[in-house]
């Protein structure tokens, strides 16, 4: 058996919408709010193919991948995505930094197109009062605020993001994670800050013509089941890694990162990760011996 990912006694931190998965489902609205995780992680292979997702090659060079386990309709992953924006902004090598989104649905079973808000499904969900879960959407609202982020939670809908990851899985194969980090920011915002309908096709269709995709390619995924199997093969990775909460942010296979971590948590994660991605050489025998020099003098 594998050795568990999350360390005994070690749950999420407050800022990680618990997942819920039909593989392993999971019940714990209110993780311990003190639990900073960054935590070695084993690799998983990860079911991959150059025609279906470009994506998901390994990078070439020296370069820094991140891959973030995260749905449109978590607030969490907005807040997440910001504070890792931050920590890159003052990150001196941050051109040799690539950002990954991986797909997870909070709530496959969700409605295709959402009608009711999510508030009740919320309290519903984790047996509170309505007033108690509106008053947990505030906070989480003043939150975001700190982040630069106008919230509209209590105006949000409950809905289905099946389609919306794949148009992200489209936007990272046709346009590699510069255009999917852009569709990423427009599907956030939309959901969060405009209170649409990120499983109405409409909503998508006009997100991601913003952003820079083809029409036609777009129409064609909307009107198909196209990237269907790419967003099962993170959700099942998500799994495999013992996800608990997202946002999860996994750099280079080696180091996990659960929740909206402060700034700071990122800025470490960061230098450790360039530090291993150039171990230095010890030079064990040299000093007198003779060499050509750089200039080509011998």
Same mark, same amino acid.
């Given at each position: 058996? *594998?050795?568990?990912?999350?360390?005994?006694? #070690?749950?999420?931190?407050?800022?990680?919408?618990?997942?819920?998965?039909?593989?392993?489902?999971?019940?714990?609205?209110?993780?311990?709010?003190?639990?900073?995780?960054?935590?070695?992680?084993?690799?998983?292979?990860?079911?991959?193919?150059?025609?279906?997702?470009?994506?998901?090659?390994?990078?070439?060079?020296?370069?820094?991948?991140?891959?973030?386990?995260?749905?449109?309709?978590?607030?969490?992953?907005?807040?997440?995505?910001?504070?890792?924006?931050?920590?890159?902004? *003052?990150?001196?090598?941050?051109?040799?930094?690539?950002?990954?989104?991986?797909?997870?649905?909070?709530?496959?079973?969700?409605?295709?197109?959402?009608?009711?808000?999510t508030?009740?499904?919320?309290?519903?969900?984790?047996?509170?009062?309505?007033?108690?879960?509106?008053q947990m959407?505030?906070?989480?609202?003043?939150?975001?605020?700190?982040?630069?982020?106008?919230?509209?939670?209590?105006?949000?809908?409950?809905?289905?993001?099946?389609?919306?990851h794949?148009?992200?899985?489209?936007?990272?194969?046709?346009?590699?994670?510069?255009?999917?980090?852009?569709?990423?920011?427009?599907?956030?915002?939309?959901?969060?800050?405009?209170?649409?309908?990120?499983?109405?096709?409409?909503?998508?269709?006009?997100?991601?013509?913003?952003?820079?995709?083809?029409?036609?390619?777009?129409?064609?995924v909307?009107?198909?089941?196209e990237?269907?199997?790419?967003? *099962?093969?993170?959700?099942?990775?998500? #799994?495999?890694l013992?996800?608990?909460?997202?946002?999860?942010?996994?750099?280079?296979?080696?180091?996990?990162?659960?929740? *909206?971590?402060?700034t700071?948590?990122?800025?470490?994660?960061?230098?450790?990760?360039?530090e291993?991605s150039?171990?230095?050489?010890?030079?064990?025998?040299?000093g007198?011996?003779?060499?050509?020099?750089?200039?080509?003098?011998?």
């Open positions: 058996m *594998a050795p568990s990912l999350v360390p005994r006694g #070690v749950r999420p931190h407050r800022g990680a919408s618990p997942i819920r998965s039909p593989a392993r489902p999971r019940d714990d609205p209110e993780p311990d709010p003190e639990a900073t995780c960054i935590r070695r992680v084993r690799t998983v292979a990860q079911p991959c193919t150059e025609a279906r997702n470009a994506g998901c090659r390994p990078p070439v060079g020296r370069v820094v991948r991140i891959e973030i386990w995260s749905d449109v309709v978590c607030p969490w992953c907005f807040v997440g995505k910001r504070r890792l924006e931050r920590a890159l902004a *003052a990150f001196e090598h941050a051109d040799r930094v690539e950002v990954v989104y991986r797909s997870f649905q909070l709530d496959p079973s969700a409605p295709q197109h959402g009608h009711e808000l508030t009740p499904v919320l309290a519903r969900k984790y047996g509170r009062s309505e007033d108690e879960m509106r959407q505030l906070q989480l609202t003043s939150l975001a605020a700190e982040e630069g982020l106008a919230f509209r939670l209590l105006e949000t809908v409950h809905t289905r993001t099946i389609d919306a794949r148009l992200l899985h489209l936007a990272l194969a046709e346009g590699g994670p510069s255009l999917q980090a852009t569709l990423k920011e427009a599907l956030l915002s939309a959901y969060f800050e405009d209170a649409q309908d990120v499983g109405d096709h409409e909503v998508l269709r006009r997100e991601a013509l913003s952003a820079g995709l083809d029409p036609e390619r777009v129409d064609e909307l009107a198909s089941q990237y269907a199997e790419a967003v *099962a093969a993170d959700v099942d990775a998500a #799994v495999d013992g996800v608990g909460g997202v946002p999860f942010f996994v750099v280079d296979r080696r180091y996990a990162v659960s929740g *909206a971590q402060p700071d948590v990122f800025e470490r994660v960061l230098a450790q990760a360039w291993d150039r171990p230095s050489i010890e030079v064990v025998a040299g007198d011996a003779e060499v050509c020099g750089i200039d080509g003098a011998c």
